[in-house]
Structures are given as C-alpha cells and as structure tokens.
C-alpha cells in the first residue's frame, strides 16, 4: 500500500481542568504552536493541520504560519472532528490524530505507527502504548489501560528476553485491565509486560474514517469516554506498537508547569 500521510490535530479551547490551555505560552510559544511544531518533524507526513471550532485558535494558527479547518461545535471526539474536515484535507492514504495536548511526542513514535500500517495491511488502525511500570499508574482513571494479544505474526518474531513490538488491541479501559485475581508486585515486571498505558495517537487507513459515521454507536465509548471503543466494537482492527516510554500529556496546570520547566533547561 501507498503510505502518504497527513497530520491532523483536533484543538479545542474549552478544556475543563485547564482552561484555555492551547494557548498558553509561558514558554514564548503557545502551546498548539509547539505540538504543530514538532508534528513538522515526521518525515513520512505530508502536511499537518490544526482542526478546531475555535476562532482564536485559528487566529493564532495562522499567526504562526499554520494550517486551520474550523469544524462545528457540535463533533462528540476529535476523531468526529476529522471526519467533519476530511473533504478539506488532502487526498492522503493515511490520516493521523494527533492531541493538541502532546508537545513532546517524539516524531519516530509517530512514524512507527505509520510504518506498522505498511508492514501489517490487514490492520486498519495504529495506535501507541507503553508498559505500565508502578501500581499507582495502574489505578490512576486518568491514565488509559489497553488489553493487548502479540499480532499473530509477531509471535514468531519474539526473540528470547525480548517481547513484540506489534500487538492486537483488544480493549481500553480506564480501569485496571488486566486484572490479576491475586496480586505480586512482579506482575509489573513481567516480559513481555502484562499492563500496557494507551498513548492517544491513532494512524487511520481513510476508509476508517470515511465509514466513521457509519458505525453502531458504542455503550462502552460512552461510559468509559474512550472513543476508541467504537472503533473495537465495530470489529475493526487496531494494531498496537509499543515504544520505551509515553510522552507526558499536557491535563492540568501541573502538567503545563513542569513542560515549561523541561522546555526552559532544554533551551
């Protein structure tokens, strides 16, 4: 398959534990401008756009020499965002999701995930995810569990001390998933790892996304506000490809301060 592909970042201004917080810019930059920023560095994409139903958001996009599609207030997840833009985007065979909310994401995850698009066709959407480490993070509701199976064709790959980097997803949850009927701490040592943190980045085929509001709509993407359960109830594979260590998302006003701490010793 052609694997040209175009970055896509839903932003929105409401946020409800940090207000605004698309633009700040403690850091000199606000902080789209530095999310677009670093989406410029995966080579394999094409073009990137920001997809809002802000009008300061747009405003400020342009300032900084961006790319802005204005979608209605009214989409239910980022992902409904996209699919209210695509006629606006370019004809590319791959759409990525990008947060608006992820800085630091290194441009190699995202293009891993691209690349496993390529090397598996009969998925039709790539996700991100890393291994949970600490027991707290593994009860933390904020923090997005994935329930995973090695692709089938990874199985064979597995090398001794090593595990897959291809996986199926089969669920997400905010919950602790697996759960362990009797717990040892060493289950967090395990390899290949048992507990796996989601990283919101999604690669879709376009047809995934050109189905999208064909969909049955999904109880479980409701209650858990995890849009990507749609996606698993519908029976559409994802495939996951797991990387050393999640970039730090960007939820509160904390969160925000220690980026501006990391970005001022970087400079």
């Known amino acids: 398959m052609k694997c040209s592909a175009v970055i896509t970042i839903p932003a929105r201004l409401a946020s409800q534990r940090l207000p605004n917080k698309m633009l700040l810019a403690e850091t000199g930059c606000t902080l789209i401008e530095h999310t677009w920023r670093n989406a410029l560095e995966v080579s394999k994409a094409i073009d990137v756009f920001v997809i809002t139903d802000s009008d300061a958001i747009r405003q400020e996009v342009q300032r900084f020499g961006g790319k802005a599609i204005m979608t209605s207030p009214d989409a239910t997840s980022g992902t409904a965002r996209i699919v209210e833009a695509l006629p606006c985007l ?6 990525i999701n990008l947060q608006g909310d992820e800085p630091e994401l290194v441009p190699s995850a995202i293009e891993a995930a691209l690349a496993s698009l390529k090397e598996y066709p009969e998925a039709h959407v790539a996700t991100l995810v890393t291994p949970i480490l600490e027991k707290a993070a593994l009860h933390d509701p904020s923090i997005v569990k994935a329930e995973l199976t090695p692709w089938a064709s990874e199985s064979s790959r597995q090398e001794s001390g090593s595990y897959p980097q ?14 362990a009927r009797e717990w040892h701490d060493s289950l967090l040592t395990k390899t290949p790892p048992l507990f796996w943190q989601h990283i919101g980045v999604y ?3 376009r047809s995934v996304l050109d189905n999208w509001n064909c969909l049955p709509e999904s109880t479980l993407a409701e209650l858990e506000s995890l849009e990507q359960l749609r996606l698993i109830e519908a029976g559409i594979s994802m495939i996951a490809v797991a990387i050393d260590q999640a970039a730090s998302g960007i939820d509160t006003a904390a969160d925000y301060s220690a980026f501006v701490e990391r970005f001022c010793n970087r400079s």
């Open 90 to 95: 370019p004809d590319a065979d791959i759409v």
């Open 166 to 179: 291809a996986w199926r997803a089969i669920t997400f949850s905010r919950a602790a998933v697996p759960a």
């Open 203 to 205: 690669a879709y085929k």
